[in-house]
């Protein structure tokens, strides 16, 4: 990644207007989590299957935004919107156009970055698995999505997808993505948040997911994305029950 880019995200945050107010409960009546960090505090607030708002000291970051635009009423604008990869439910050119302001940047795979009308594309930076940049003070790391079992090849490709690994204010924190349990995600170290995502046919088990989380032990953990096809949907309680001593599951309001 070129030094030009890495610039420019961290130009993109310097011009940002910073909204201060606190987050308002979603509509559904879910309020925000709170998470300490070195200089204040992470706030998360669930918005819908894999759609979540996460404030941070200096910025406000939309993850995978969908749905109608309304249901980001109440919240700062977005510094940084990030999305995983193109499929309807991570990424919806309408919601962007509802939510994203003069001074929002966004982080997106190759993939969708190339699906980005121009005026967006030059507020985005396309990040390749393995590739890092910053966003202010804001570390951002692209880690690698994908599928495993033969018969899901063709949902979410190897090289493909991100995952993000954000550090905040001393905090790390993990996004997944549409993945299945790969050792990329067990390698992880140091996690303060994760969300694991798991259905099927599509992603993983609540199981699978487990024996991965298990293996890089974050300290909180938020089941995500589990709304499946054909019984596919997975039981976050089922998960929760199956984690190691010492991890904490949060719930969320990801389905009213």
């Known amino acids: 990644m070129s030094q030009n880019r890495r610039q420019f995200l961290i130009h993109t945050a310097a011009a940002s207007t910073l909204t201060v107010l606190p987050f308002a409960a979603h509509a559904d009546g879910h309020g925000a989590d709170s998470f300490p960090t070195v200089n204040g505090s992470i706030e998360i607030t669930p918005v819908d299957h894999a759609s979540f708002v996460m404030k941070t000291p200096t910025a406000v970051i939309y993850v995978d935004p969908v749905g109608d635009a309304s249901n980001y009423e109440g919240f700062p604008t977005a510094d940084l919107v990030l999305i995983t990869h193109e499929h309807g439910d991570h990424f919806n050119p309408d919601t962007l156009n509802g ?72 905090s790390r924190v993990y996004i997944s993505g549409d993945t299945e349990d790969i050792p990329e995600m067990r390698a992880l170290e140091d996690i303060d948040i994760a969300f694991v ?22 300290a909180n953990v938020y089941p995500y994305h589990y709304r499946g096809r054909d019984n596919g949907t997975q039981d976050p309680m089922a998960f929760a029950e199956m984690l190691a001593d010492g991890i904490s599951a949060k719930m969320g309001g990801w389905y009213g």
């Open 197 to 218: 995502c798991m259905n099927l046919p599509f992603t993983m088990s609540a199981e699978a997911a487990a024996v991965a989380v298990n293996e890089f032990k974050p």
């Open 99 to 170: 939510i994203v302001a003069e001074n929002t940047a966004l982080v997106t795979n190759p993939a969708v970055f190339d699906m980005l009308p121009e005026n967006m594309q030059a507020k985005a930076m396309q990040m390749a698995n393995g590739d890092d940049t910053t966003f202010g003070d804001i570390a951002i790391e692209a880690i690698p999505a994908y599928n495993t079992t033969e018969e899901r090849l063709n949902f979410h490709p190897k090289g493909r997808d991100n995952g993000y690994v954000l550090t905040v204010d001393g």
